[in-house]
Nanobody, 122 residues
Framework: QVQLVESGGGSVQAGGSLRLYCVAS????????MGWYRQAPGKQRELVAF???????NYIDPVKGRFTISRDNAKRTVSLEMNSLKSEDTGVYYC????????????????WGQGIQVTVSS
């Protein structure tokens, strides 16, 4: 079984910073992409940023220049540094591991963390 555990969320005033962490555990051979999604109240879950195993990072336009994603392949962790936070960044943030290969005999699969709350007050 593969588990993703997030930490680092919380409440902050607009303009402040938070850093999210996610660690993957279990029987894992490799992870293709690791990323962060978020879901605001009443809205659909959306991709925020993802990073490939070779370190290529991608962001949605609203967070470019403010958020930085990074990962440690050896430790199976991904983090999201969030600066200049805005009220519209409020939501539940979910860690995602995509293309997780647990065995050469089993097709890769995707896994999700349980979600962590980020609240930005204006």
């Amino acid at each position: 079984q593969v588990q993703l555990v997030e930490s680092g969320g919380g409440s902050v005033q607009a303009g402040g910073s938070l850093r999210l962490y996610c660690v993957a555990s279990g029987s894992i051979l490799s992870i293709n992409t690791m990323g962060w999604y978020r879901q605001a109240p009443g809205k659909q879950r959306e991709l925020v940023a993802f990073i490939t195993s070779d370190g290529s990072a991608n962001y949605i336009d609203p967070v470019k220049g403010r958020f930085t994603i990074s990962r440690d392949n050896a430790k199976r962790t991904v983090s999201l540094e969030m600066n200049s936070l805005k009220s519209e960044d409020t939501g539940v943030y979910y860690c995602n591991a995509g293309g997780v290969r647990r065995s050469v005999w089993v097709p890769p699969d995707d896994y999700w963390g349980q979600g962590i709350q980020v609240t930005v007050s204006s």
